[in-house]
C-alpha cells in the first residue's frame, strides 16, 4: 500500500463527516482502556470492535491487513522477545539449547500482543477515518500553536514528495530490466536510486518552500475551513464501548 493509501482512503470514509473530536475521544478511549485492562477479554473485544468500526467506515479489507502489517510484525517480535528467557529459569517452562521460554511468560507475551493490536488498530479507526488536514485544523480550533501545526504539516507534505520521487525512479529502473542482475549491478542501482531520490526530495522541497514564501508564510498559512455537514458517532459504537468498559471493570 502506498503511504497516500490510508489518507486516501480516510477522504473517501462517510466517517470524514464525523466530527474529529467524537472519533479523537473514541480512539483515546480505547488506547487507554487496552493499557490499563486485561487483554483477555477486553484487547480481543477492543480489536473486533476496532475492525467492525473500519468495515462501517468502508476502508477495504485489503488496507486494513496491509495497514496492520508492518505494525503487527514488530508487535509480534516484541511478544516472542518477551517469551524467550536466556540461562536458566525457575518454574515450568521448555527449553532449547541456551534458550528457555517459562509458562507464565507466554501468557505475558499473549498480552503483551493483544494490548499492542488492541491499540494499534484504535490509532488505525483515527488515521483511517481522518484525513491529515481535518486532524490538523481541529488541532488549531485547540489552540495548538501554530508553528507546531506547520512543522507537523510540512513534515507530512515532504513524506509525500520523498515517497513519490522513490515510485517514480523506481518505476523508471524497473522500465529499463533493473534488479534483474548481477548482486554487484542491483547495489549500484540501489546506490543510484537513493542519490536520485535524495536530488527529487530536495528540489521538491525547495520548490514547496518558494511556494510558501511567495504566498507570505511565516508562522501559519491561513486557509477556509471546508463547509460540510457533519453528524454524530454511530450509537453502537458508544454503545460498544460503554460495554467494553464494563467488561474490563468486571474483569480488573
Known amino acids: ?3 497516500s493509501g490510508i489518507d486516501e482512503a480516510a477522504w473517501g470514509s462517510p466517517w470524514r463527516h464525523i466530527p474529529v473530536g467524537a472519533k479523537a475521544g473514541l480512539t483515546i478511549a480505547l488506547v487507554l482502556v487496552a493499557l490499563v485492562a486485561r487483554p483477555w477479554p477486553t484487547a ?6 476496532c475492525l467492525v468500526t473500519l ?4 476502508i477495504p479489507a485489503r488496507f486494513v491487513a496491509v495497514a496492520l502489517s508492518a505494525p503487527g ?5 516484541g511478544a516472542v522477545s518477551a517469551m524467550v528467557t536466556v540461562g536458566d529459569f525457575a518454574g515450568p517452562g521448555w527449553r532449547l539449547g541456551p534458550l528457555g521460554i517459562r509458562a507464565d511468560d507466554v501468557w505475558l507475551g499473549l498480552g503483551l500482543m493483544l494490548r499492542a493490536l488492541a491499540g494499534t488498530s484504535a490509532i488505525l479507526v483515527l488515521a483511517m477515518t481522518t484525513p491529515m488536514v481535518d486532524l490538523l485544523a481541529w488541532l488549531r480550533r485547540l489552540r495548538v500553536p501554530d508553528p507546531l501545526i506547520e512543522v507537523a504539516s510540512l513534515m507530512y507534505r515532504m513524506i509525500f514528495t520523498a515517497w513519490n520521487s522513490l515510485l517514480q ?8 530490466l533493473g534488479g534483474t542482475g548481477s548482486l554487484r549491478r542491483r547495489l549500484g542501482e540501489t546506490s543510484q536510486l537513493v542519490g536520485a531520490v535524495a536530488v527529487r526530495t530536495w528540489l521538491g522541497s525547495k520548490r514547496l518552500a518558494d511556494g510558501l514564501a511567495i504566498r507570505g508564510h511565516e508562522s501559519a498559512l491561513a486557509t477556509l475551513p471546508p463547509r460540510r455537514r457533519s453528524r454524530p458517532l454511530p450509537w453502537w459504537s458508544v454503545v460498544t464501548v460503554g460495554v467494553i468498559v464494563g467488561v474490563a471493570w468486571w474483569t480488573r
Open 1 to 3: 500500500m502506498r503511504v
Open 44 to 49: 480481543v473485544l477492543i480489536l473486533g470492535l
Open 55 to 58: 468495515a462501517a467506515a468502508r
Open 73 to 77: 510484525t514488530f508487535i509480534v517480535v
Open 169 to 176: 525512479v523506481r518505476h523508471a529502473q524497473r522500465q529499463r
